[in-house]
């Protein structure tokens, strides 16, 4: 099966310039529907479902494999390749930020430039460094997750969402963690908040945005700060929004702040 295949990549848009969208944990390429129509005019735009995600085929998710992020950084290179694609603008929300990143320094040669979206390299306290939990607050969350992953999702997804005002985010991303196989995503929990990546961002010369948002429950700012000063060519972008997820709950300020972004003569 070609990865494209495996992966339900669905390809649109009216340019030439590629632009791919890697979703977080628990969620599915359908989270960016608000954000691809800003994009749909000038440039080529690719999004997929993670292994063990969506409408991709799940039966691949082998937890050996799936056991770091190497694994769907290599997934996206296939992806890449399949498409038969270079010098692409690669967008991560969340954990997919590091994903790309990683993808990005295996093959430069296809990736361009990067946008994290609330991105996290660790969210584990250490030192000076604030991830924003302490080490026993993660291991908590997993035995959580591992006795009643439905019972956790039910109750943090709106949090994580972190938009009141809109409760129907909330229940969407309700929705997509309890559409996810458990099994997948407890496996998938720990690959996402116990890893450190702080050692690979600081290895990235591509040229980078950061988006953060004002209030998130996920990520304080002191992560967006802290990679701006450890990466060789990173700017942040602070959005007026709260939560996890902007671009659900706020599309617009997401989409405007990629596309000043790759339009900016740094990027070109």
Known sequence: MRPSERNAVSVSGRGDTPI???????????MWRSVIPAFHDDFKTITYDLTGSGRSRTADYDPVRYASLTAHADDLIAILEDQGLGDVIAV???ISAMTIGLAATRRPDLIARL???CPSPSYIDDGTYKGGFTQ????????VLESNYLGWARQMAPQIMGVPARPDLGVELTDSFCRTDPDIAR????VTFLQDHRAEVKKLSHPTLIIQCRDDIIVPPEVGEWMVENMHDARLTVLDAT?????MSAPALTSDAILRFVRSPVCA
């Open 115 to 117: 946008v994290m979206v």
């Open 187 to 190: 496996h998938f929990a720990k």
């Open 92 to 94: 991560g929300h969340s």
């Open 20 to 30: 791919i969208f890697l979703h977080g944990y628990g969620c599915d390429s359908g």
């Open 243 to 247: 939560g996890h997820c902007p671009h």
């Open 136 to 143: 026993e607050d993660l291991l908590d969350l997993i035995n």
